[in-house]
T-cell receptor, first 114, second 112 residues
């Protein structure tokens, strides 16, 4: 176990709704990254938060947004859900914001959009 | 820009035989490279990483990988497969501030 927790485990929403996913980072880690993993694919980078500010974004539309709190936990918000948003959403935390630093992943939230 | 190509989408091995998972990378700077494993309905677990130290990297559960700059490869091996090694394996490369770029994954099946 990595110490990174995510909630909820599973979620079912309908198209057009909004969803919030939560992540608690490993103790002492100040950087949180979010990834989307569609079925049968590798994870795709959504964005990264470092000390409460967005620090880089992948190829995702603005309806994907996030927050990082003073305790370094984080939220991922998705507005106007589309069917293609169905995926496993993974959160990863790291001690520092460096490429060589290991990112520790949580178990993920499985989102199904109907 | 960084990218990763996993050369095999599916590998089937017999228990007790060697495992080889192939990964080629492209990076515009000195890369950090990672192998992660994902068991069904689970998150990603780090197997090992390369960060410009020794080119032969040892990881958990008997896995190791060799960084070959001339071949831009980072292949993962294990001398003897165990049934518990059945999972999906992802090779990944990072940029300077930690954006992980993953390959498409290799599904490993272990037969008795």
């Amino acid at each position: 176990e990595t110490g990174v927790t995510q909630s909820p485990t599973h979620l079912i929403k309908t198209r057009g709704q909004q969803v919030t996913l939560r992540c608690s980072s490993q103790s002492g880690h100040n950087t949180v990254s979010w990834y989307q993993q569609a079925l049968g694919q590798g994870p795709q980078f959504i964005f990264q938060y470092y000390r409460e500010e967005e620090n880089g974004r992948g190829n995702f539309p603005p309806r994907f947004s996030g927050l990082q709190f003073p305790n370094y936990s984080s939220e991922l918000n998705v507005n106007a859900l589309e069917l293609d948003d169905s995926a496993l959403y993974l959160c990863a935390s790291s001690l520092v914001r460096q490429g060589r630093d290991t990112q520790y992943f949580g178990p993920g939230t499985r989102l199904t959009v109907l | 820009a960084q990218s990763v190509t996993q050369l095999d989408s599916h590998v089937s091995v017999s228990e007790g035989t060697p495992v080889l998972l192939r990964c080629n990378y492209s990076s515009s700077y000195s890369p950090s490279l990672f192998w992660y494993v994902q068991h069904p309905n689970k998150g990603l677990q780090l197997l090992l990483k390369y960060t410009s130290a020794a080119t032969l990297v040892k990881g958990i559960n008997g896995f190791e990988a060799e960084f070959k700059k001339s071949e831009t490869s980072f292949h993962l091996t294990k001398p003897s497969a165990h049934m518990s090694d059945a999972a999906e394996y992802f090779c990944a490369v990072t940029d300077s501030w930690g954006k992980l770029q993953f390959g498409a994954g290799t599904q490993v099946v272990v037969t008795p």
